[in-house]
T-cell receptor
């Protein structure tokens, strides 16, 4: 059974460019989480969807960040315009109804030059 | 202020010994606590969950305790092996009723042959 799938695995872009990160949760899971991990701040929750609806976006750093979940099998995290301080590893995780366990994807390593 | 603290320095132990990792928190009232393992370049992987009404949980060589009075969880790996070398993250869950997780910074464990 495939786990959480993220693409791309690595992204290098220049400051000011738009970046789109993609996530496919585990089939049947109804909660989806976007995290950012840096050495300085650790693993931080950015936004959390339940049944495709954003429940908590209090971790989204600023208006440059946006996330969508158009259907149960796909979500995007967009940064526009990107800045060097956005460089981090971005993880997507999913969990099933009634479960407190989260399953993480392999992450996207983003470098903004 | 709210805080989750894990040993910031790496823990180095000899193969066969028991590794004990600590997670302390302040100003949270989690419904449960989880431990995850993270290897370099990979996403966190769920290991164990313990609820607020449970004192201890075991799984093979792993044991976790949860003291809601001390606001502390201890994570033990018995008969440690070099393959146990990784970063271990504790995460508080069920805060404010959501199943979102708040992660500690993690402790790096190195098991030497």
């Amino acid at each position: 059974d495939a786990g959480v799938i993220q693409s791309p695995r690595h992204e290098v872009t220049e400051m000011g460019q738009e970046v789109t990160l993609r996530c496919k949760p585990i089939s049947g899971h109804n909660s989806l989480f976007w995290y950012r991990q840096t050495m300085m701040r650790g693993l931080e929750l950015l936004i959390y969807f339940n049944n495709n609806v954003p429940i908590d976006d209090s971790g989204m750093p600023e208006d440059r960040f946006s996330a969508k979940m158009p259907n149960a099998s796909f979500s995007t995290l967009k940064i526009q315009p990107s800045e060097p301080r956005d460089s981090a590893v971005y993880f997507c995780a999913s969990s099933s109804q009634g479960s407190d366990t989260q399953y993480f994807g392999p992450g996207t390593r983003l470098t903004v030059l | 202020s709210q805080k989750i603290e894990q040993n910031s320095e790496a823990l180095n132990i000899q193969e066969g010994k028991t590794a004990t990792l600590t997670c302390n928190y302040t100003n949270y009232s989690p419904a449960y606590l989880q431990w995850y393992r993270q290897d370099p370049g990979r996403g966190p992987v769920f290991l164990l969950l313990i609820r607020e009404n449970e004192k201890e949980k075991r799984k093979e060589r792993l044991k976790v305790t949860f003291d809601t009075t001390l606001k502390q969880s201890l994570f033990h790996i018995t008969a440690s092996q070099p393959a146990d070398s990784a970063t271990y993250l504790c995460a508080l869950g069920g805060v404010r009723g959501y199943n979102k997780l708040i992660f500690g910074a993690g402790t790096r464990l190195a098991v030497h042959p």
